[in-house]
C-alpha cells in the first residue's frame, strides 16, 4: 500500500529536475530577436591603448586593432581569441595622382603622375569615446591624421608596378628625382591634408551624403558590427587640372587564420560575383570594378560590396563595402556630390584596391568606407563540456541538488 505514494514521489522529483533542467537549456541558447536596438543590452564598446601605441576597440561582436604606424585596421570576431579562425585587414597604402588617359574613370599604374606612399609620413593616432546621458559609451571613434615625412618606408613593395622603377627608359612619375634614378622625394606631398577618421556605434546610425543640392544618398552603419571610415584629403598637389586622384586600400582576407579555415573575395558587380584570392597574380592591373546596379536604373547602388567568404564552407564571414558618392568642397565652401570609381588587381599576397575621384583642386573630398562583420557569423564555437559551463548553472545544479535532498527527507519523514 506504500508503494503508489513513493511511486508519486519519484515523479514529483522527475519533473522538478526536468524543469530546472529545460530552464538551464532555454537560457543557454535564446538567441537575439535581431532588432534595430538589438545592441541595447549588451556591453559598451571599449578601446585600450598598448605600452606601443597599438589600440583595441572591441565590441561584443567585433574586435578592432590599429596599427600606430599607418592607417591600418585588423578586424575580427571577438569571441575568436585574437582571430584565430578568421581575421582581416584593410591598409590604407598609396595616394597617387593619375591622368584617366583610357577614360574609364579608375586607375591604372600605366596612368601614374604622382604618387606617395602612406609610410612616407609620420602619423597621428589619436582616440576616444562619445558618452550619452547616463555616462555609457554609445561611440568609440579614432583618428588617424598625417604628419611631416618619415625617414623609415618601406621603398620597394610597388616596384613590380609603378612605371619606371625597375626601367628608367619607362615613362616615369614626375615624383622621381631630377637625375632619373630611383630616389624618391615626397616632400611635394608634405602640406597635403590626409585624414581616416573611424566611428564604432553602439546602435544602428542613419547616415546621409548631402550637398548643396540636398541628400544624395542614405546609408546605414550596423552597431556594434560595423566600423565607419571616413578618408578626408586636402590641398592636393595637383599637377595637372584634368588629372584625378586614386587612394589604394591594400586587403588581406587570411591574416591570422589556420589552413583550415582559409577565406577568398567575392566582388559582387553589376556583371555577376567574382571570386578572387590573394594567392593570385592577376595580369591585368587596374581591373575596372563595375558598380553594381539593382534595380538597372543606370545608377549604381549606394554602397558597394566585397564579401570576405570561408573556403571551406562558404559561409560570409565579414564585409569591406564603400560608398559610391563622395562629398566634394570647393574653396568657396560649396559642396558637390561626385561619383567614386574603383578598380583592382591581386598581386600574391593581397588585393589592391583602388577608390578613384575627380580633381578638386584648392579643394577636399570626403569619402566612407567600412569594414563589417555579420552578427552570429563567428566561426568559434565555445566548448562542450563539464568544466566549460557557465557558474551560474553550476549554482542552478546545486539548487536542484538541495531541492531534491529537502524533497526527499520530507518522504522519509512520512
Do not use: C
Not at 591634408?193 to 544624395?216: A, C, P, W
Not at 597574380?281 to 554602397?303: A, C, P, R, S, Y
Amino acid at each position: 500500500m506504500k508503494r503508489r505514494p513513493l511511486l508519486g514521489h519519484v515523479l514529483l522529483l522527475s519533473i522538478l529536475f526536468m524543469l530546472v533542467s529545460s530552464f538551464a537549456t532555454v537560457s543557454a541558447f535564446t538567441l537575439s530577436d535581431g532588432g534595430d536596438d538589438q545592441h541595447d543590452d549588451t556591453s559598451e564598446p571599449t578601446e585600450n591603448r598598448d605600452s606601443d601605441g597599438t589600440v583595441s576597440i572591441q565590441t561584443d561582436v567585433m574586435t578592432i586593432v590599429l596599427n600606430p604606424h599607418l592607417p591600418s585596421y585588423q578586424y575580427w570576431y571577438t569571441p575568436d581569441d585574437n582571430g584565430s579562425l578568421a581575421r582581416f585587414m584593410v591598409n590604407f597604402m598609396m595616394i597617387v595622382e593619375f591622368e584617366d588617359s583610357n577614360g574609364d574613370g579608375v586607375y591604372q599604374p600605366n596612368e601614374t603622375l604622382a604618387f606617395a606612399p602612406l609610410d612616407a609620413f609620420d602619423w597621428n593616432l589619436q582616440t576616444g569615446t562619445v558618452k550619452n546621458g547616463d555616462g555609457q559609451n554609445i561611440e568609440v571613434y579614432s583618428s588617424y591624421t598625417k604628419g611631416g615625412l618619415s625617414d623609415h618606408w618601406e621603398d620597394d613593395w610597388f616596384k613590380n608596378w609603378m612605371p619606371g622603377y625597375n626601367n628608367p627608359e619607362e615613362q616615369q612619375p614626375s615624383i622621381l628625382s631630377d637625375e632619373g634614378s630611383n630616389d624618391y622625394n615626397f616632400s611635394r606631398f608634405e602640406h597635403m591634408t590626409l585624414q581616416f577618421y573611424s566611428h564604432i556605434y553602439m546602435n544602428n546610425y542613419t547616415g546621409t551624403v548631402t550637398d548643396d543640392g540636398g541628400i544624395k544618398a542614405t546609408y546605414m552603419v550596423l552597431g556594434g558590427v560595423e566600423l565607419k571610415i571616413d578618408i578626408g584629403i586636402g590641398n592636393f598637389p595637383f599637377l595637372s587640372t584634368t588629372s584625378k586622384v586614386a587612394v589604394l586600400n591594400y586587403l588581406r582576407e587570411d591574416v591570422a587564420s589556420s589552413e583550415e579555415h582559409d577565406h577568398y573575395f567575392v566582388m559582387h558587380e553589376d556583371t555577376g560575383d567574382y571570386e578572387h584570392d590573394s594567392s593570385e597574380t592577376m595580369q591585368q592591373l587596374g581591373e575596372v570594378f563595375k558598380n553594381h546596379d539593382e534595380n538597372h536604373d543606370g545608377i549604381g547602388d549606394t554602397t558597394q560590396e566585397i564579401s570576405l567568404v570561408e573556403a571551406t564552407t562558404d559561409v560570409t564571414r565579414g564585409f569591406y563595402t564603400w560608398l559610391n558618392t563622395a562629398v566634394m568642397t570647393m574653396l568657396n565652401g560649396s559642396q558637390v556630390a561626385v561619383d567614386v570609381g574603383a578598380s583592382f588587381w591581386t598581386d600574391g599576397n593581397g588585393l589592391l584596391l583602388f577608390f578613384a575621384y575627380p580633381n578638386f583642386d584648392g579643394g577636399s573630398i570626403l569619402h566612407d568606407p567600412s569594414l563589417k562583420l555579420i552578427e552570429g557569423g563567428s566561426p568559434y564555437t565555445p566548448p562542450v563540456g563539464l568544466f566549460n559551463i557557465p557558474i551560474e548553472y553550476y549554482a542552478l545544479f546545486g539548487a536542484t541538488v538541495v531541492l531534491i535532498a529537502i524533497v526527499g527527507f520530507a518522504v522519509k519523514r512520512r
